[in-house]
């Protein structure tokens, strides 16, 4: 009999993949752990039922997540990453031989053992000299922090349960403290798509619109996410995610990609008509 993973996006709407075996099943203090081998998608992690990466289509995110930034601000050093204990963000971040120092704040120890584990393409890093892992809470974490880092990664689970704090006014601003006079915060705004997931998206913009100087949303589509769409944002106290983005100096990197490039960064902030109306209603509040 087969075997089928499912994540709910809404009462009406699910996504289901095919699974030849579960590798890994358990609790940790703060969730339910997955691990899941699938034959289209290969190996899938999943916290509390809700797949948080796949490894035929994390490099979308991961590329999305952290090159755009890294292509606007022109000399980042020191970069705060929360969440992430899959490895995939300081992976993409360790790339770069600008960067000294990658501070890792994850919540659960148990997803980084399980992610070394099995999924070492995305962990393959964070042995690096340069990061430091730091298992505690994020809000308490970063409040101890001033003109610290150049750039700030928030890639935390959706703004529901354990990671709502991590979408308020109060983080937004503790964020902003953090960072340098001219620092970038980025953060994943989950999908447009769906009412729910729209609101949340809502008030989250509205939340960095008013913390931040700059203040864009930028799209990227990936198939296992709810209806293969998601968000990001991009905050920052200086830059302009297009007008300020130095595509030359991004490639002299020579990173190969597999989805982002300088063309398609400036693409990727052009919205369509509905979801440019969806911000500028917050906006104008």
Not at 43 to 56: C, F, P, Q, S, Y
Not at 66 to 83: A, D, K, R
Request: proline content about 5%; glycine content about 6%.
């Amino acid at each position: 009999m087969a075997f089928w993973f499912s994540e709910h996006h809404t009462p009406d709407v699910k996504l289901s993949l095919r699974v030849h075996h579960q590798l890994y099943s358990g609790d940790s203090d703060f969730q339910h752990i997955d691990l899941f081998d699938t034959p289209e998608f290969g190996k899938v992690l999943a916290l509390d039922g809700n797949i948080m990466l796949t490894e035929r289509d994390e490099f979308i995110y991961d590329e999305m997540i952290t090159h755009v930034p890294m292509s606007v601000h022109p000399n980042v050093t020191t970069v705060l990453v929360i969440g992430a204990g899959d490895g995939g963000v300081v992976r993409e971040l360790t790339r770069y031989d600008q960067v000294r120092r990658i501070d890792l704040v994850e919540m659960d120890p148990k997803v980084v053992e399980v992610c070394r584990q099995y999924l070492p393409g995305n962990a393959c890093r964070l042995d690096d000299s340069r990061v430091h892992i730091y298992y505690e809470n994020a809000l308490k974490f970063i409040r101890r922090c001033e003109n610290l880092y150049d750039l700030i990664i928030v890639d935390s689970n959706d703004p529901f349960g354990p990671a709502e704090g991590l979408f308020t006014r109060e983080f937004y601003g503790i964020c902003y403290n953090a960072l340098k006079e001219d620092g970038i915060m980025v953060n994943q705004q989950g999908s447009p798509f769906y009412a729910e997931d729209a609101e949340a998206m809502k008030r989250s913009h509205k939340r960095i619109a008013t913390t931040f100087p700059i203040c864009k949303v930028y799209q990227a589509h990936i198939p296992t996410y709810a209806a293969g769409y998601w968000l990001f944002g991009f905050a920052s106290k200086r830059y302009h995610p297009v007008v300020d983005n130095d595509a030359a100096r991004w490639e002299k990197n020579n990173l190969r990609t597999r989805y982002y490039t300088p063309r398609l960064h400036v693409g990727a902030f052009y919205l369509p008509a509905f979801l440019e109306e969806m911000l500028m209603e917050v906006e104008q509040c």
